[in-house]
């Protein structure tokens, strides 16, 4: 049986940018399966006019290799968008241009690409590749339902994240959704006389705008969220210096405690509001306040702690985190704009003890995303955030982390690995360290 060298679970934007980079090289044998027969980036959030947080060259392979016929701007030209694309002058992409696009690249990798294929198990299997070992990867169509069964002497995880609800929000009757389906069930919504979102993020605030902007006049919508306001991303330069090798490597660097307290303190470098929607929705906020249309209710720093449905309505208790006060309130229906979670596949089962894993049970990553006791046989994308920092889901850094997973893969480096970028020091300069052997308040 022929056995890749490189197989793919999951075909999210992380594992199709590291496909294209990798479908050029003459001396790598990689396939790359996913479940779903159509790829559809967050189709349930592909509202008219939601742009990218990250500009155009965050594509799937121009900022490891910008000369590639896989990047946004060549498909930009095949399409005859370019010149459209050059006037907007915008370097933020509409998303459904990125969705469009990322299925375009997916439909140039051939057979590089089985969609479709539904992974139900992986296995070790130490006799096979001439007795080197492989991973035994089963796979159903899931069309026919047939199982099919490949080798490969490495995996990349790129199964993504899934939706995530507080645990009172968890499989609650009647109309309560996740931000994921909102396009599926908008019209649902609209039938409310009251709705509520939950949630702070860059989702609940376009599920907002895009409520105000339909909602008839005598619907109450509410906006609660249990961070202490509407906060926008942090996009200044400095800032986004954050987003870097150096960066990521001085987070890894430190123990696991400081790595979660630094992540719950940094919510707005990567789950902030973008600036211009904070302020369009003020503007509908306004425009609203001049009609007879019911005011909204924006409540922040306000944790639901517990939910019940009566068949009819909804009622939400609350907790005011700065106050300790408990409240409630009723609402017919319930968006959870709550973001969403790494979770380890069920299919990784048969070679956990070949994993590394934390006190937490999730994947224990090196610097160059191998999670395996082997060092060199399993990578994963977008589930290190908590040993590599929320660089972890952005796609700025997708193409620098595939061009690592490649040269670690190959022995050399197909695509040069930037190590320093950033102008700023995160740790301690190596010149102002001070030597083991000196006291502390001495003069070096």
Same mark, same amino acid.
């Given at each position: ?176 959704? &996740? ?206 955030? &908590? ?58």
């Amino acid at each position: 049986m022929r056995v890749h060298d490189l197989l793919g679970i999951g075909l999210g934007p992380f594992n199709l940018g590291l496909a294209c980079l990798a479908e050029p090289l003459p001396d790598l044998d990689c396939v790359f399966l996913d479940a779903r027969e159509e790829l559809r980036w967050h189709p349930g959030m592909m509202l008219p006019d939601a742009t990218l947080q990250v500009p155009f060259l965050a594509d799937l392979v121009s900022l490891a290799d910008p000369t590639s016929p896989f990047s946004f701007l060549a498909w930009l030209k095949e399409t005859g968008r370019l010149y459209p694309f050059y006037v907007r002058e915008s370097f933020y992409p509409m998303r459904a241009e990125y969705d469009a696009y990322c299925r375009w690249a997916a439909s140039r990798l051939g057979d590089t690409v089985a969609l479709g294929r539904e992974v139900v198990s992986v296995e070790w299997d130490a006799a096979a590749d001439g007795g080197a070992g492989a991973y035994t990867v089963h796979a159903r169509d899931v069309r026919t339902g047939a199982t099919e069964t490949r080798l490969a002497r490495r995996l990349v995880l790129g199964v993504g994240t899934r939706p995530h609800r507080p645990a009172p929000l968890q499989d609650l009757p009647g109309p309560a959704w &996740h931000s994921a389906d909102y396009l599926a069930v908008r019209d649902a919504l609209l039938d409310h006389d009251d709705v509520t979102v939950v949630g702070s993020g860059q989702s609940a605030a376009e599920i907002v705008s895009d409520l105000l902007a339909s909602a008839r006049p005598d619907v109450r919508l509410r906006w609660v969220t249990r961070s202490p306001r509407f906060f926008p991303l942090e996009y200044t330069k400095l800032t986004l210096e954050l987003t870097s090798p150096e960066y990521s490597r001085h987070f890894q660097s430190l123990d696991p405690a400081r790595r979660e307290r630094l992540l719950a303190s940094q919510a707005g470098l990567y789950k902030g509001i973008s600036s211009d929607l904070v302020d369009q929705i003020h503007e509908q906020l306004y425009r609203r306040s001049l009609t007879d249309a019911v005011p909204p209710q924006l409540v922040t720093s306000a944790e639901v702690v517990d939910a019940a449905y009566d068949g009819a309505r909804f009622r939400l208790g609350l907790r005011h985190r700065d106050t300790d006060e408990d409240f409630a309130l009723t609402t017919g229906a319930v968006v959870s704009a709550t973001g969403y979670r790494a979770e380890v596949p069920a299919f990784l089962a048969p070679v956990a003890d070949r994993i590394r894993w934390d006190e937490q049970g999730r994947f224990l990553a090196t610097p160059d995303f191998t999670v395996d006791v082997a060092d060199g046989g399993i990578f994963v994308q977008n589930a290190e955030l &908590h040993t590599h920092g929320f660089v972890a889901p952005d796609l700025g850094m997708g193409a620098w982390r595939s061009s690592v997973i490649l040269a670690k893969v190959l022995g050399h480096e197909p695509y040069p690995v930037e190590r320093r970028v950033a102008f700023q020091e995160f740790g301690v300069p190596a010149e102002l360290a001070r030597p083991a052997d000196v006291p502390a308040g001495v003069a070096r």
